[in-house]
């Protein structure tokens, strides 16, 4: 599941060549410029709220081993959002700010595949195969 959350989007997206060039950099208002890092911060966030509730709530229950891998986690998850975040403002911006955001970005695409892979996986199959 990992590598069709994270693996593959980064691989279309900088092995492809999917960079915004400059006329579409200039063409992007900065309000949606804007609107586009809100949305992929959210998702962001409430990927890291799902993670906490998952793994650190049920901590307790299982042996504090557990707790280094849970941290370990969280923090790759937390390093992995802001590494896409300025290496893609480093490496796309040109000047031109967030322009470089489109709604298939990778900062914004990963957290909404985790989002919908957790909840097609984890809570459909659950409720199939359950009975």
Do not use: C
């Amino acid at each position: 599941m990992l590598f069709f959350v994270i693996g593959l989007p980064l691989i279309l997206h900088y092995a492809g060549d999917h960079h915004q060039n400059d006329y579409q950099m200039i063409h992007t208002s900065a309000s949606k410029a804007f609107i586009l890092l809100g949305l992929g911060t959210v998702l962001w966030l409430t990927v890291f709220i799902y993670y906490i509730k998952k793994f650190w709530v049920k901590l307790p229950l299982k042996k504090n081993s557990h707790m280094m891998f849970t941290v370990i986690g969280l923090l790759v998850l937390i390093a992995l959002a802001a590494g896409i975040l300025v290496y893609s403002y480093i490496n796309e911006s040109h000047g031109y700010g967030w322009r470089y955001l489109y709604f298939w970005h990778p900062y914004i695409i990963i957290p909404g595949s985790f989002i919908f892979y957790s909840i097609l996986f984890f809570s459909v199959t659950r409720g199939l195969f359950s009975k």
